[in-house]
Antibody
Framework: QLHLQESGPGLVKASETLSLTCTVS??????????WGWIRQPPGKGLEWIGS???????SHHPSLKSRVTISVDTSKNQFSLTLRSLTAADTAVYYC??????????????WGQGTLVTVSS | EIVLTQSPGTLSLSPGERATLSCRAS???????LAWYQQKPGQAPRLLIY???SRATGIPDRFSGSGSGAAFTLTISRLEPEDFALYYC?????????FGQGTKLEIK
């Protein structure tokens, strides 16, 4: 059974950098052909796709975040990570990592982590 | 960017009734790359439908998806108490892979 688990700080200061990691168990990132994704949800609001990464390292990002976002993969640890720079209060959200149902596509996420709340303080 | 507009914003129905949720795209969603999710408070979204009409694993057959191009529908044939939740659509045909703003399905 596939399991994803986010980890990282729950509280970060404005203007600083957020680093989150998603640890995958039950599947090998390096031997699969999925686009592993990051999605966030501000409190009381809707879902926003942040970006996705393929096991080979190719990435795509939401253009509104592109200059601040880096998504990377560590196949040796079976993890992928999100780095978000120059944080503001608008980045306060629950951050999810997820895997799509279909290989080679970056949506239709059927496996999700439990989510981690990140609060940006001023 | 493809903008998804869901309607209605809130749908008030009773258990046993039929629910019809709409998702309209600002441009065509190619290959039917449209998904539907259900989300309950404090939980991650749950995939219901992908590819516009394919039910995800374990999803009851009272949930069905239809549509193509720029107009999609999620239908719940007979509402169960556990179906009252938030529902989102997502297109994944064109980056950025956007979500709709959601429809709240509440008990009447």
């Amino acid at each position: 059974q596939l399991h994803l688990q986010e980890s990282g700080p729950g509280l970060v200061k404005a203007s600083e950098t957020l680093s989150l990691t998603c640890t995958v168990s039950g599947d090998s990132i390096s031997s699969s052909s999925y686009y592993w994704g990051w999605i966030r949800q501000p409190p009381g609001k809707g879902l926003e796709w942040i970006g996705s990464i393929y096991s080979g390292g190719s990435t795509s990002h939401h253009p509104s975040l592109k200059s601040r976002v880096t998504i990377s993969v560590d196949t040796s640890k079976n993890q992928f990570s999100l780095t978000l720079r120059s944080l503001t209060a608008a980045d306060t959200a629950v951050y999810y990592c997820a895997r799509p149902v279909d290989q080679w596509l970056a949506g239709g996420f059927d496996y999700w982590g439990q989510g981690t709340l990140v609060t940006v303080s001023s | 960017e493809i903008v998804l507009t869901q309607s209605p914003g809130t749908l008030s129905l009773s258990p046993g009734e039929r629910a019809t949720l709409s998702c309209r795209a600002s441009q065509s969603v190619s290959s039917g790359y449209l998904a539907w999710y259900q989300q309950k408070p404090g939980q991650a979204p749950r995939l219901l439908i992908y590819g516009a009409s394919s039910r995800a694993t374990g999803i009851p057959d009272r949930f069905s998806g239809s549509g193509s191009g720029a107009a999609f529908t999620l239908t719940i044939s007979r509402l169960e108490p556990e179906d009252f939740a938030l529902y989102y659509c997502q297109q994944y045909s064109s980056s950025p892979y956007t979500f709709g703003q959601g429809t709240k399905l509440e008990i009447k």
